[in-house]
């Protein structure tokens, strides 16, 4: 298995974390976002690098891993889409949204497009909008009151970056 280390930038950022988190088991999640900001996504090697800095066993950060929609396993997109799927964007259109994107990349819900540009993901429970339904992540952009027709000309932007 390849080894994985925090880069130099990480690892000062663990360490300070680490004198505000007294309780070790605490920093799995902190480390973890740290890891995928680091490389991009959590790798196995990530996972057992993590637990042996916090003193956890692997199976404890794959769980949070594996709980948490917000981090990835596989690498994704320049772009990455997150539709929220909860009651309320559901209500406001956020089908209209999917299909949308379907249609004008060619990818579902959790695929990636062949030049490796955007990943669309629509398994993300809520963005906390209810108010400006239907809500849209892309990247830590926030988009709300959304409709095909905004999400059309988003793409085309971002598609000519």
């Known amino acids: 298995m390849v080894e994985y280390r925090f880069s130099e930038k990480f690892e ?3 360490l300070e974390l680490e004198k505000k988190f007294p309780k070790r ?3 799995v999640m ?3 976002h740290l890891a995928q900001e680091d490389i991009g996504y959590i790798t196995p090697a990530a996972v057992d690098y993590i637990a042996a800095r916090v ?3 692997p199976a404890w950060v794959k769980g949070v891993v594996s709980f948490y929609s917000m981090f990835r396993e596989k ?3 320049k772009y990455h889409l997150n539709v ?3 009651l309320m964007c559901q209500l406001m259109g956020s089908d209209k949204i999917e299909v949308c994107i379907h249609e004008k990349l060619g990818i579902k819900d959790g695929e990636t497009t062949p030049d490796g540009k955007f990943t669309y993901t ?3 429970e809520c963005l906390a909008a209810c108010g400006y339904a239907p809500a849209m992540l892309v ?3 926030f988009h709300e009151l959304l409709n095909a027709e905004k999400v059309a000309r988003l793409i085309d932007e971002l598609q000519s970056k």
Request: a positive charge; hydrophobic letters at 35%.
């Open 12 to 14: 000062k950022r663990f």
């Open 25 to 27: 088991s605490s920093l």
């Open 30 to 32: 902190w480390a973890l």
């Open 55 to 57: 003193g956890v066993s």
């Open 75 to 77: 690498p994704i997109g």
């Open 84 to 86: 929220c799927s909860n």
């Open 122 to 124: 629509r398994q993300v």
């Open 139 to 141: 990247n830590n952009d």
